[in-house]
């Protein structure tokens, strides 16, 4: 072996790569089959979302947040909202932030169940990647009928909710949650057991909790770890404190742990779903929200907890109608840094399983 | 535990709130205020215990959220600091964001870290003119932060001294400007 | 060792008997919610000239113009929309006072130049007529049923 001359060999991922999320570029330099460094390459889809805030005003940017993580809108809409309501103290009607809390779950349950089909896309299993679509349709269509958009949704408003419910929208969801519950079982018997997915996935990929906290990484990337963190208990915001459901965590935290969290995460999400809607008061969906939002001068953060980690949004008001300065904590952006040290040394069959994991949206990573 | 208490008491201090806009803070004290203020005296103390008083510039409550101006000369000592004492423990990199205030000449950059172990929320932020915009880098003490200051970098035109890889994220890497330093103009030449 | 690749098996095999659940698009069209979000339809005789639509867009990608009449009104000329950046947020039809601007079902919005993208207020009326013949019922029904349904769902 050891006359062999070996040659380090540079290869380009993307940022048109189909098996790679959207438009993200990964530079590797190859010895063998073995990475030596991978360098990811963002900004493919920079859309300049903090510098367009500061020209619009804050109901304006809403439909912006939409365009982040396009796969759980609803979340980002929960983001920005919960941002404003809280700089400006706004109290808003129980009924709305029930509602909030129901779309929000199910958009979050929509999310991962695209994260669990396209991770097995990922590594060449076509069928799940069906199935899963087969039930986020069910999702997408509830959240089509509540707020008249299949992806952005542009559905909260400061203040509570632009629609209540539509008649006979709790029952849907009603008959949708068994619906769901037999999937779940259909997705843990194709998937979770399936010897030739498990090889591929346990053991590979893990790091520490430290070196997790370190990485400032949050949601499911931090929780595989082992650590109980979940903006939705830690910092409980909206209702959420009046819900029964459990942080589901995982112990390696490798491939393995990050997807079967998000199956674990679905049936708590789909466990508040239940709850808010057997509880859900009757009422207005909007509060009193002055028209024209003027946030008093100074410096908010707030954050909730998105369909991929904490999503914060630091504004800096100078008491205009505009922000001064908006900067959102994007959680894939922060999520993707790990990736240079976990490709580190790997084998390169392993990249996309490891990639894949970590489950970013690039319209998320570049904002 | 203390980020659970204070979430319990949003709404009496959300009327308080607007009250102290018009009347005297005395009138009524809020609890979510006070627990705040316990924060910052006791996290000004120690910082000024360990590393004396000239380090801070300043050390205010915004709305609830303790926060410390801190000389641009003592950046990365005092991040250090608040990473590595025991009785601070900010082990969590929250957000980082940089501000440009061409009126005041100064870029501003701020840092919100999360302790795990003591649940609290600090915000600690530093000024760099505008001119030679430079930082000391924290990317050694929390990782997380490397591509943090490579967007402040590339969006508002920050240099961060000891970076190990500062380069463009955002815009492509002959790019020329920040787009989020308030002058910016796309107009432009 | 090999149950779980069985188990899987067997879940593909449960399926086979069990019925279609895509559309045979072109020829089947969707048949979309009441609130959904189309391209938009403009009843020019409503409108008043308030130009809200046109301030809230996030994408300023609306533009009129209107004139005072006889009657000291004003009345709509030119309306605009350029599909080209309309994100279809809803935010006009929302701040509109007369709702002259609504949404209809129409989202096919292919084209073969960016041009015709660009929008008049002839197209967005005859959309809305279109729409409204096709919902069966003339626009102001479709208004107060709108409304009925809304505020039912209050309830």
């Known amino acids: 072996m050891a006359e062999l001359r070996t040659e380090e060999m540079l290869l380009n991922v993307g940022p048109q790569h189909p098996s ?10 190859l010895d063998g089959e073995i990475i030596r460094e991978a360098t990811p390459v963002i900004g493919y889809l920079h859309r300049g979302t903090e510098k367009l805030s500061e020209d619009l005003q804050y109901q304006q940017i809403i439909p912006y947040f939409d365009r982040l993580d396009y796969i759980s809108a609803m979340l980002n809409n929960h983001a920005i909202v919960n941002a404003v309501e809280k700089a400006m103290d706004i109290e808003i009607p129980e009924r709305a932030e029930y509602l909030r809390v129901i779309v929000g779950e199910l958009n979050r349950t929509a999310a991962h169940l695209l994260f669990v089909g396209a991770y097995l896309l990922d590594l060449g299993a076509m069928s799940p990647f ?43 969801i009603r008959e949708f949650i068994p619906y769901f519950k037999e999937m779940y079982q259909l997705f843990d018997d194709l998937i979770t057991g399936n010897e030739i997915f498990i090889s591929r996935v346990k053991g590979i990929g893990s790091y520490g909790q430290e070196e997790a906290i370190n990485y400032g990484l949050s949601g499911i990337p931090l929780r595989s770890t082992g650590f109980k963190w979940d903006l939705r208990k830690n910092k409980s915001y909206s209702v959420y404190d009046r819900f029964d459901f459990e942080i589901p965590v995982g112990t390696n935290g490798d491939n393995y742990d990050r997807y079967y969290l998000h199956l674990l995460e679905m049936e708590q999400s789909m466990r508040i779903v239940e709850q808010a809607i057997d509880s859900i008061p009757e009422g207005p969906v909007m509060g009193k929200a002055p028209k024209i939002l003027r946030i008093p001068a100074g410096e908010y953060y707030a954050a909730v907890e998105g369909a991929k980690g904490e999503l914060g949004v630091y504004i800096v008001s100078d008491g205009k109608d505009k922000p001064y300065r908006m900067k959102i904590r994007r959680p894939s952006f922060v999520n993707l840094q790990i990736i240079p040290s976990l490709l580190k040394d790997q084998n390169i069959a392993d990249f996309i399983a490891i990639l894949g994991s970590i489950d970013i949206v690039l319209g998320e990573v570049d904002a | 535990m203390t980020e659970e208490s204070k979430e319990t008491t949003v709404k009496p201090s959300a009327e308080t709130a607007v009250n102290t806009e018009t009347q005297p803070k005395e009138e009524q004290p809020d609890p979510k205020k006070e627990a705040a203020q316990k924060v ?84 600690v932020k530093t000024r760099t003119p505008r001119d030679n915009a430079e930082l000391q880098s924290l990317s050694y003490v929390y990782q997380g932060l490397n591509w943090e200051e490579r967007e402040i970098y590339d969006l508002v035109g920050v240099k961060f001294t000891g970076h190990p890889d500062l380069r463009r994220i955002m815009m492509p890497e002959d790019y020329e400007g920040h787009p989020l330093r308030k002058d910016f103009s796309v107009w432009k030449e | 060792m090999m149950f779980g690749l069985l188990k899987g098996l067997g879940v593909t095999l449960r399926q086979i008997p069990k019925k279609n659940v895509t559309l045979q698009y072109p020829d089947v069209k969707p048949d979309w919610p009441d609130r959904f979000r189309g391209v938009h339809k403009f009843y020019p005789e409503k409108c008043i000239v308030c130009n809200q639509c046109a301030r809230v867009c996030p994408t300023s990608c609306i533009s009129l113009s209107g004139t005072r009449g006889e009657d000291k009104k004003m009345h709509i000329e030119t309306y605009d929309i350029n599909f080209e950046i309309c994100i279809l947020c809803d935010l006009c039809t929302e701040v509109c006072p007369t709702e002259a601007i609504q949404m209809t079902d129409t989202f096919e919005l292919a084209e073969y130049s960016r041009d015709a993208l660009f929008k008049n207020i002839e197209w967005l009326a005859e959309n809305g007529r279109q729409h409204d013949a096709r919902k069966g019922k003339s626009d102001d029904q479709a208004n107060h049923d709108a409304k009925a349904a809304d505020k039912a769902g209050e309830q």
Request: without cysteine; negative net charge; charged residues 20%.
């Open chain 1, 130 to 172: 069906l199935y899963v679509f087969m039930t986020r349709e069910r999702i997408i269509e509830l959240l089509n009928e509540i707020s008249g958009a299949r992806l952005t949704y542009n559905y909260m408003r400061v203040g509570g909710v632009k629609y209540d419910a539509p008649p006979g929208w709790f029952a849907k």
């Open chain 2, 40 to 123: 910052l005296d006791r996290i000004r103390g120690l910082i000024v215990q360990e590393l004396g008083d000239h380090v801070l510039e300043d050390a205010l409550l915004m709305k609830h959220q303790p926060t410390f101006v801190v000389k641009r000369d003592h950046w990365l000592q005092t991040v250090q600091l608040l990473r590595h004492h025991d009785a601070l423990g900010f082990d969590y990199p929250e957000a980082m964001a940089g501000t440009d205030y061409p009126a005041n000449g100064y870029i501003e950059v701020i840092l919100y870290v999360y302790s795990m172990n003591h649940n609290e929320l600090i915000a």
């Open chain 1, 20 to 29: 790679t999320h959207g438009v993200l570029r990964v530079v590797i330099k």
